[in-house]
């Protein structure tokens, strides 16, 4: 098995060091790791940075995580921020959420609601959950933007089908304020149990507990509401 390790690491250096970008970022993950190779951030971030310099998005994703942070390499976010961008740039749609949470919170940028939005964007047009839920919130707290509950509700519920428990709370707060669409107890209890079931989010179970407690869309029960108000507190 040693000898194995010891094989794949010298057939993906020979790769690597042929210009293979796929084999270049990989060998970079193993220094990382320490996967079959003493772990070591410096030689990880040489084989990282050459992926990234072929446009290599997942290396420049991580090469800005490794100069944010100062590992191998001495903490510096102006070049980490370098990096995302370049990712950002060429469609990945992590980079441009994280972009995005970056100028909505003044993050090491100045604080820019429109440029937060158009990374938003970008990302939750990839199907980016986290990208949909800011969206969401931009819209439904009118951050730089016409307040617009209905654009929010679409976004939330883009990012609540695809399990965001942050998504699913908001729709069940939106069903039980009207926000946006017609008020629906049933709905809103739909949403906050799939949070629920999923073990997620304690302000859900108060919610439910709340519902049983009053009998709203529901049969009250106090045991039942007990119940759940005790799991949110748990």
Known sequence: ??????????????????????????????????????????EAVKWYRLAADQGDTSAQFILRDIYAEGRGVTQDHKEAEKWYRLAADQGNAYAQFDLGRMYAEGRDVTQDYKEAMKWFRLAADQGNAYAQFDLGVMYAEGRDVTQDYKEAMKWFRLAADQGDAAAQLMLGDMYTEGRGVTQDHKEAAKWFRLITDQGDAAAAQFDLGDMYAEGRCVTQDYKEAVKWFRLAAD
């Open 1 to 42: 098995m040693k000898h194995d390790r010891q094989d794949y690491e010298i057939a993906l250096r020979l790769i690597a060091e042929q210009g293979d970008a796929a084999a270049q970022f990989d060998l970079g993950d193993m220094y990382t790791e320490g996967r079959g190779v003493t772990q070591d951030y410096k």
